[in-house]
């Protein structure tokens, strides 16, 4: 054990040679929120800061011509990984533009229609926010529940489509508990009933295999710095045969993107999009073994060290990387308190004014307390197993110190049923 | 989140953490907060009959590190306070000495209120009356 010496939230390493080979703090084990570039998605990019820094909407010069190219040449790269055509991505700022454009890009196209969405209440907000716009506006909007795993229920979606039902719109994986939805059967459903089918792909594309053929994905959203590539970029898949789909273009400008996405393009960061997708298909099938592997073995070391500790969300049908515990009767926030020398999420937001534990732990059907005790923990391509080590071993450390400061471990030991006490809400 | 030094203190070495026998007439327990609002406290204090002098405090605590922390603090100030002195133990001074933030007041505030529900919890046992600091009603109220 180390004994980082906490200062007002700033860590201080003690003198690196008293820590395992390979592990150096702070330890970075956050991957849904964001990952750290590449280096070979950096070297791609550079030359487009630079030397290589025409407009590509720049018709009548080498500048533009050459930027141009590196933008095709992402489309492709792109496109290969879910198997769609280059001339069906568009490219954004982003997967919360991607939501944005194509929930209201295809409620505005299709209100003729119908006026019916269907998603899931644990979608990301910025597909949710989208949705309760909509209502707003006039549509309805049905979000279907999920199972305790975080499963939506297929007959409840069959049921929530009615004749105005245009649009559907489930993630592929979550991003708190890597569950990994029935993409494939949800979108063979919808084009039974000639609904288009929107999924929100960003922490599933370059991590598990996505086929927008196979699946009978219509509209895909994704985003580059999910995937070892830059911020501030990504992209929407529009379907253009089988059917065909339009979408209302919601930044009017310059035209760009087939009118649908105007503004001049982020080369740089498109050219970074297109590389961290090809590095991803290429490293696809080993880095989710070598993931698989690794939060196995932290999951099991949980378990063996520790009571009272559970996995939320469907382990089956889950993200690699992702491993999402709840450490029964000790708070997050305290527990992040402890590993402050380790970048990981609680559950909890006890920070925000709301102390409003999070809304998916929640929809899993978890009490407020289990969720206030839950961490997200998110392997990447750059966690080693002395990483995993360390921060598991610190975690068990820090849970059994809280827990002898738990009035509530201490109550559950002795056989108290914490359900039948009569807490005063303050 | 930042945290000043006083809390991360308290968080990495809490002072009088553990449990008191709830059944003996010289001890009052005050079980304050809720597990679904992410934090409960348990405050326990021994006072000595004679003197009504508290000669021992305990807790634990289920929270953030500033609820942690507030409570830690909460027993080393109850300690050899009467208990009409511990009464005037407020919130404020807790935030002060811990320099907690705007969000973390409530933490403070669940402090104060474990102190009086122990003490409330000390009374009953002793039907001792209520002191004019502290009218039952007052406690009942948080
Ligand atoms: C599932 C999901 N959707 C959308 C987003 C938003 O993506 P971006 O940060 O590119 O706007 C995120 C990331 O925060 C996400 O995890």
């Given at each position: 054990m180390s004994n980082e010496m906490s200062n007002n939230g700033v860590v201080v390493t003690e003198a690196a040679g008293t820590l395992p080979a390979g592990v150096k703090l702070p330890i970075y084990m956050d991957n849904h929120a964001t990952t750290p570039m590449d280096p070979r998605v950096l070297e791609a990019m550079l030359p487009y800061f630079t030397g290589?820094?025409?407009?590509?909407?720049?018709?009548?010069h080498s500048f533009g011509w050459e930027a141009e190219q590196g933008v095709d040449k992402a489309r492709e790269q792109i496109a290969t990984l879910i198997n769609?055509?280059?001339?069906e991505i568009i490219f954004t700022s982003g997967a919360t533009e991607s939501n944005n454009l194509a929930i209201k890009g295809i409620a505005e196209m299709y209100k003729e229609r119908g006026n019916h969405i269907i998603t899931q209440v644990t979608e990301h907000k910025a597909v949710l926010d989208t949705c309760k716009r909509l209502e707003k506006y006039g549509y309805r909007v049905t979000y279907l529940p999920v199972q305790a795993d975080g499963l939506i229920d297929l007959e409840d979606l069959k049921r929530a489509m009615d004749d105005g039902t245009i649009l559907v719109s489930i993630m592929i994986?979550?991003?708190?508990?890597?569950v990994v939805q029935p993409v494939a059967e949800i979108g063979k459903l919808c084009h039974e009933k000639g609904v288009i089918f929107h999924t929100d792909a960003v922490q599933a594309v370059g991590k598990i295999p996505v086929d927008v053929q196979a699946m009978n994905i219509d509209v895909l959203s994704l985003t580059a710095h999910k995937i070892y590539g830059p911020k501030g970029v990504g992209a929407l898949y529009v379907r253009r045969r089988n059917p065909r789909v339009q979408i209302s273009a919601q930044i009017d400008g310059g035209g760009h993107e087939r009118g649908m996405r105007s503004g001049t393009l982020n080369v740089p960061g498109i050219v970074g999009l297109g590389k961290a997708c090809e590095i991803a298909g290429q490293e696809m099938a080993a880095e989710t073994a070598r993931l698989t592997e690794l939060r196995d073995y932290m999951k099991a070391k949980f378990e063996n060290a520790l009571d009272y500790v559970h996995v939320n969300g469907n382990m089956q049908h889950h993200l690699p990387g992702n491993l999402n515990m709840s450490f029964v009767y000790v708070e997050g926030e305290s527990l992040l308190m402890g590993i402050n020398d380790i970048a990981v999420s609680s559950?909890?937001?006890?920070?925000?004014?709301?102390?409003?534990?999070?809304y998916v732990l929640k929809a899993l059907g978890l009490g407020d307390d289990v969720a206030h005790s839950s961490i997200r923990f998110g392997l990447g391509r750059f966690n080693s197993k002395a990483e995993v080590d360390y921060v598991s071993d610190k975690l068990i450390d820090v849970v059994s110190k809280l827990r002898e400061l738990s009035p509530l471990y201490e109550m559950v030991k002795e056989?108290?049923?914490?359900?039948k006490i009569e807490w005063a809400a303050h | 989140m930042a945290y000043s030094d006083k809390v991360v203190d308290h968080y990495e070495n809490p002072r009088n953490v553990g449990t008191l026998d709830k059944g003996s007439s010289e001890v009052g327990t005050g079980l304050v907060g809720a597990p679904e609002c992410g934090d409960v406290m348990r405050l326990q204090i021994r006072v000595n009959p004679e003197t009504q002098v508290i000669e021992d405090a305990k807790f634990k605590t289920f929270g953030c590190g500033s609820a942690i922390a507030s409570s830690s603090l909460a027993t080393e100030w109850v300690k050899g306070k009467t208990v009409s002195e511990a009464l005037t133990i407020s919130n404020t001074e807790i935030v002060k000495e811990l320099a907690l933030p705007p969000v973390k007041i409530h933490c403070s505030v669940l402090a104060e209120d474990a102190i009086r529900a122990a003490i409330g919890d000390w009374k009953k046992k002793n039907n001792v009356a209520e002191g004019a600091e502290a009218p039952a009603a007052a406690v009942a109220a948080h």
């Open positions: 290589t820094f025409g407009n590509a909407a720049s018709r009548n769609a055509t280059a001339k994986a979550n991003n708190e508990i890597g559950g909890s937001a006890c920070t925000s004014a709301t102390l409003e534990p999070s056989g108290i049923d914490l359900t | -």
